[in-house]
């Protein structure tokens, strides 16, 4: 079945550091792929999404790359801040049939001062 | 825009009660999804309904559950009897579905409802 695999936190970072937080899927069509976050207490927020192969989606100084050939949509940012501290979910969703995101089992992100 | 609405943010009740937990989409948005969020299991789709009618459900995870959409605007998701094993934080997501291809609608989800049954 489809499934998205991201990998597994929490991530501690220092302030300004980079920030890659990797994510891979599997899909038995060509999915739509996408990154949420979620602040302590809130509900998810869409960060960033692609449609296609080699397509980048980026906001608020994040970026994901869909990379068709190794089936991965990994998070990155060139310098995080304190605010950055969250829980972030990659998603998958099929174009055909399913409105349905997957979900990966989230990555908690704590940046420190 | 008021955003998703969820009622109440904060449920503490008793195994055996029931529960019924409440939602009111974003105005003009035809599909509505209920997830519940773990941690042992992470973000599970519950079932989700398009233009009021229940499309796929196969994530409710037994008789015990139950959701309705009887208009646009509002949705409950019922767990009679509720145990402690229902126990998590449930969120209503609405989007509005064009219905092609491809298919990036974003989901606009609420800020949930945290349920605790002792």
């Known amino acids: 079945g489809d499934s998205v695999t991201q990998m597994e936190g929490p991530v501690t970072l220092s302030e300004e550091a980079f920030l890659t937080i990797n994510c891979t899927y599997t899909a038995t069509g060509y999915p739509s792929l996408f990154w949420y976050v979620q602040y302590p207490g809130e509900g998810l927020q869409l960060l960033l999404k692609?449609?296609?192969?080699?397509d980048k989606g980026s906001n608020k100084g994040f970026e994901a790359t869909y990379r068709k050939e190794t089936t991965s949509f990994h998070l990155e940012k060139g310098s995080v801040q304190v605010s950055d501290s969250a829980v972030y979910f990659c998603?998958?969703?099929?174009?055909?049939?399913?409105?349905?995101?997957?979900f990966g089992q989230g990555t908690r992100l704590t940046i420190n001062p | 825009d008021a955003g998703v609405i969820q009622s109440p943010r904060h449920e503490v009740t008793e195994m055996g009660q029931e529960v019924t937990l409440r939602c009111k989409p974003i105005?003009?948005?035809?599909?509505l999804f209920w997830y519940r969020q773990t941690m042992m299991r992470g973000l599970e789709l519950l079932i989700y309904?398009?233009?009021?009618?229940?499309?796929?459900d196969s994530g409710m995870p037994e008789d015990r559950f139950s959701a309705k959409m009887p208009n646009a605007s509002f949705s409950t998701l019922k767990i009679q009897p509720s145990e402690p094993r229902d126990s998590a934080v449930y969120f209503c997501?609405?989007?509005?579905?064009?219905?092609?291809?491809?298919?990036?609608?974003?989901?606009?989800f609420g800020p949930g409802t945290r349920l605790t049954v002792l």
């Open positions: 997501a609405s989007s509005y579905e064009r219905g092609g291809l491809p298919s990036t609608d974003t989901q606009y």
């Open positions: 309904f398009n233009n009021n009618v229940p499309i796929d």
């Open positions: 105005s003009g948005h035809n599909s």
């Open positions: 692609a449609t296609k192969a080699d």
């Open positions: 998603a998958l969703r099929i174009i055909q049939g399913a409105q349905k995101l997957v």
